[in-house]
């Protein structure tokens, strides 16, 4: 299986989040380039729970590496129905993570309203090969119910997921995807965006403008499709 790169989206200093891809499988080699506005804090401190220890989601002897890197740790959606982790939400699918906590007043809002803008552009797609998920980094607070409530403020349809559950659960979640952090007011304005299939993973800075998230997230759900024929090439048939 060829190597697969996980690009940054964004200027300077080093991040590498998403280092324990790289010893994840051989599906999945991720080398970490470079990215800048890895954190945008909103305010104080309080710590929260930490990741949990995951319990086996499978016997042992049907794992794959990427079912036991991710784990099937179980979350909840606004809608209150239990999602198994890598099985339910990622598993097949083009991916679209974003952190966010219901409160939030600073940078949450602008993200989810770019995640709608996405999920316009993408269409049908969404809820089908793309997936779009938002996931809470205060999941003590938020319930299913006020996800439910939050979701409806951005008019997410179907294919997009606000994700919260028992906060060992989350947190174990949020640290797979290398988007964990103690203190909710912490979390990043990352985008993590991933083929599962193909195991090609991105990130991007999550206040670009839609029009240029769409085009990676395009790419990346496109990769290891054969390319599309150019109909209206000179001297074609």
């Not at 729970?49 to 016997?59: V, Y």
Request: proline share 8%; aromatic share 8%; hydrophobic share 40%.
């Amino acid at each position: 299986m060829r190597a697969r790169q996980l690009t940054f989206f964004a200027a300077s200093e080093a991040n590498s989040q998403l280092d324990d891809f790289k010893n994840m499988r051989k599906l999945i080699p991720l080398v970490l380039l470079t990215i800048g506005f890895a954190l945008l804090g909103c305010g104080s401190l309080k710590a929260q729970t930490q990741p949990a220890t995951p319990a086996p989601a499978k016997p042992a002897e049907t794992q794959t590496p990427a079912l036991k890197y991710f784990t099937d740790v179980e979350l909840i959606n606004q809608d209150g129905a239990k999602l198994r982790f890598y099985s339910d939400l990622l598993k097949g699918h083009t991916v679209v993570i974003i952190p966010f906590f219901a409160t939030c007043t600073n940078v949450c809002p602008p993200m989810n309203a770019t995640m709608r803008k996405i999920q316009q552009a993408l269409g049908s797609r969404v809820g089908k090969e793309i997936y779009l998920i938002s996931i809470t980094v205060d999941p003590v607070n938020d319930t299913p119910e006020r996800l439910k409530e939050y979701a409806a403020k951005f008019h997410a349809e179907p294919g997009w997921y606000f994700v919260t559950g028992k906060p060992e659960n989350v947190n174990l979640a949020l640290q797979k995807l290398g988007q964990y952090v103690p203190d909710k007011n912490d979390h990043s304005t990352i985008m993590i965006i991933g083929n599962e299939a193909t195991g090609l993973w991105k990130k991007a800075f999550a206040l670009s403008p839609a029009s240029a998230l769409v085009t990676i997230i395009e790419g990346v759900a496109n990769d290891g499709k054969p390319a599309a024929r150019n109909e209206s090439t000179p001297g074609g048939p």
